[in-house]
Nanobody, 114 residues
Framework: QVQLVESGGGLVQPGGSLRLSCAAT????????MGWYRQAPGKQRELVAT???????NYADSVKGRFTISRDNAKNTVFLQMNRLKPEDTAVYYC????????WGQGTQVTVSS
């Protein structure tokens, strides 16, 4: 069973940047695509960005042009570079294959506030 450990969250001012990392215990190359998801308080979890096994990417409209997803297959790690952060980006961020497994990691909290 692959375990997913997210890190890199924190408190940042609007307009700032953060880089999230997701380390997997198994090979992420086994999955056709990996994704970053987020869940804000009182809202459903949503898919933010995906990257296929060979590097093709896709983004939710709300983050397009500001977020960049990448992966290092050799290190079984997925990244999310987040720039020009907005208060509405505040959420717990998770990584998971797309479609997701039946379980989630602990996530990493991102708070955008002045």
């Amino acid at each position: 069973q692959v375990q997913l450990v997210e890190s890199g969250g924190g408190l940042v001012q609007p307009g700032g940047s953060l880089r999230l990392s997701c380390a997997a215990t198994g090979s992420i190359f086994n999955f056709n695509a990996m994704g970053w998801y987020r869940q804000a308080p009182g809202k459903q979890r949503e898919l933010v960005a995906t990257i296929t096994r060979y590097g093709a990417t896709n983004y939710a409209d709300s983050v397009k042009g500001r977020f960049t997803i990448s992966r290092d297959n050799a290190k079984n790690t997925v990244f999310l570079q987040m720039n020009r952060l907005k208060p509405e980006d505040t959420a717990v961020y998770y990584c998971n294959p797309m479609p997701p497994l039946g379980y989630w990691g602990q996530g990493t909290q991102v708070t955008v506030s002045s």
